[in-house]
C-alpha cells in the first residue's frame, strides 16, 4: 500500500480560495489513478475529482465542476486539489486517494481506490 499525507489552509471564508496538498509515498511508480473525496456531517463519502495517470484524464463531481482544479506534480509525488468560489456546503473532512489500477471513466468510485490519506477538516464560514 501506499501512505498518503493531506497538508493546506482548512478554514476559509466563503467565495474565497484554498489548496490542499498530498504527498505520496510508497509504490508510487505503479500509481494508476489519483483523487480526492469528501464527507461532510450526516453524509456518505463522496467523490470530488480525479485523475487517470495514463491518459492524465480529469472527472469532477456536477458540485465542484468549474470551482475545484486537481493536479499533481510527479517530481514531488504531490497532488494537489485548489479550490475556489468556496460555498458553505464545502464543508467537509477531505481525503486524498490512490489506486494501483485504472480507474473508470465518468465517475469516481471508492472502492476502486487502494489508499487513502487520513483526512482533514476543510471549513467554509459563510
Known amino acids: 500500500k501506499m501512505q498518503l499525507v493531506e497538508s493546506g489552509v482548512r478554514s476559509v471564508q466563503a467565495v474565497g480560495s484554498l489548496r490542499l496538498s498530498c504527498v505520496v509515498s510508497?509504490?508510487?511508480?505503479?500509481?494508476?489513478?489519483v483523487g480526492w473525496f469528501r464527507q461532510a456531517p450526516g453524509q456518505n463519502r463522496a467523490g470530488v475529482a480525479r485523475?487517470?495517470?495514463?491518459?492524465?484524464?480529469?472527472y469532477y463531481a456536477g458540485t465542484v465542476k468549474g470551482r475545484f482544479n486537481i493536479s499533481q506534480d510527479n517530481s514531488k509525488d504531490t497532488l494537489y486539489l485548489q479550490m475556489s468560489s468556496l460555498k458553505p456546503e464545502d464543508t467537509a473532512i477531505y481525503y486524498c486517494?490512490?489506486?494501483?489500477?485504472?480507474?473508470?471513466?465518468?465517475?469516481?468510485?471508492?472502492?476502486?481506490?487502494?489508499?487513502w490519506g487520513q483526512g482533514t477538516q476543510v471549513t467554509v464560514s459563510s
Open positions: 486517494a490512490a489506486a494501483m489500477r485504472r480507474c473508470s471513466y465518468g465517475v469516481i468510485l471508492a472502492y476502486e481506490f487502494d489508499s
Open positions: 510508497g509504490y508510487t511508480s505503479r500509481l494508476a489513478c
Open positions: 485523475i487517470r495517470a495514463d491518459t492524465q484524464s480529469t
